[in-house]
């Protein structure tokens, strides 16, 4: 493993989460999910999640990923979004590994239990995606079928660009393809829209109003989801939200993105060769339903645009049986044949 920079003072600028004493494999049912530097603990009970649910510490260079596992069989990587982490996808996890697949659900970089660089430059999305490869390798497989949502649809859609031969499918909730997503900021509506993007470029200011009244900022980008989230799930993220460094770490990914040059960023498209599903909740309050499709150039292999009218940005969580549903159906063709 390569060394770690280091801040003025001296100190790790990488926060790296703690390895718990029991390995990987083992299951997470009756025991704490994980432990942050304080020694506190999340305990996982209910929510729908398997009993047989395992987590791990993934070092993928000078970066630690953590992440939970479910199930045996063809591997898929589920990518969250902001300002969730790997609990987003608590709706669909069970149901896919029930439907005989592995599946791999990380803290993507700067989240929750992840390591959490300080350093705005450590955001870059090729960087981020390259964690996902690393973290595809290192769980044993060549290749994995991708989901993500929001920031991890932008992962999956930058893995699947500069990486094909890891790719096999992608499905893409509410995240714009980037060539979109760029022509849809030159656009006034869409601008209002994303005006946060440009709020979290700004130095320290974002950090200290996410944090106060108990993370008001990042539970009001929660607020459209339906059934609205219980305490409990909440008090899941906060405890995410609350890991030392996380906040910037999330802020870090919209400072990196707006301080990319436009030209570096379209010089950087290229076609996605994978069989590509875009599933778009139409209610979302964050991007317009006319970024939901991709051109066709850039995603010649799409399938379609499967667009849920009373959906919100949240849509996994919104219609969350009927997104599982579609995820099994198009990931179907991987599973070995049935006698």
């Known amino acids: 493993m390569s060394s770690l920079p280091t801040t003025p003072d001296g100190t790790d600028s990488v926060t790296r989460a703690p390895i718990p004493t029991a390995r990987s494999a083992d299951t997470v049912a009756d025991r704490p999910l994980s432990t942050d ?31 939970v596992e479910a199930g045996e069989g063809p591997l898929i990587v589920l990518l969250h979004g902001f ?5 987003g996808w608590r709706s669909q996890i069970a149901s896919l590994a029930a439907a005989g697949f592995r599946v791999v659900a ?22 981020l995606a390259e964690d996902i490869r690393g973290l595809i390798q290192e769980r044993g497989a060549e290749t994995a079928m991708l989901v993500g949502h929001d920031w991890g649809g932008t992962l999956a859609w930058t893995l699947a660009m500069n990486h094909p031969e890891v790719v096999d499918r992608l499905v893409v909730l509410n995240a714009a393809h980037p060539r979109k997503l760029s022509q849809g900021l030159h656009h006034p509506a869409q601008l209002r829209r994303s005006w946060y993007f440009f709020f979290f470029d700004l130095p320290d200011l974002p950090e200290t109003v996410v944090h106060a009244n108990n993370w008001h900022f990042f539970r009001h980008f929660l607020r459209d989801a339906r059934p609205a989230l219980t305490p409990e799930e909440t008090d899941r993220y906060v405890e995410a939200w609350s890991q030392p460094g996380a906040a910037t770490g999330m802020i870090n990914y919209y400072r990196s993105s707006v301080r990319t040059p436009p030209k570096k960023a379209e010089a950087a ?22 970024l939901a499709e991709p051109d066709h150039d850039d995603v010649p292999n799409l399938d379609r645009v499967e667009r849920l009218p009373d959906a919100s940005h949240w849509v996994h969580h919104d219609e969350a049986e009927r997104v599982t549903q579609l995820l099994i159906d198009f990931f179907a063709p991987a599973l070995p044949a049935r006698n």
Request: no cysteine; aromatic share 12%.
């Open 83 to 87: 300002p969730e982490f790997w609990f």
């Open 37 to 67: 530097a304080s020694g506190q603990s999340a305990v996982l009970s209910g929510h729908g999640l398997p009993g047989d649910l395992r987590e791990g510490y993934a070092d993928i260079g000078d970066q630690r990923l953590h992440y």
């Open 269 to 290: 498209i290229q076609p996605i060769q994978a069989p590509t599903l875009v599933i778009w909740g139409e209610a979302d309050h964050y991007l317009s339903p006319d």
């Open 106 to 127: 990380p803290d993507t970089r700067g989240y929750n239990l992840s390591s959490r660089p300080q350093d705005v430059a450590a955001y870059d999305t090729g960087l």
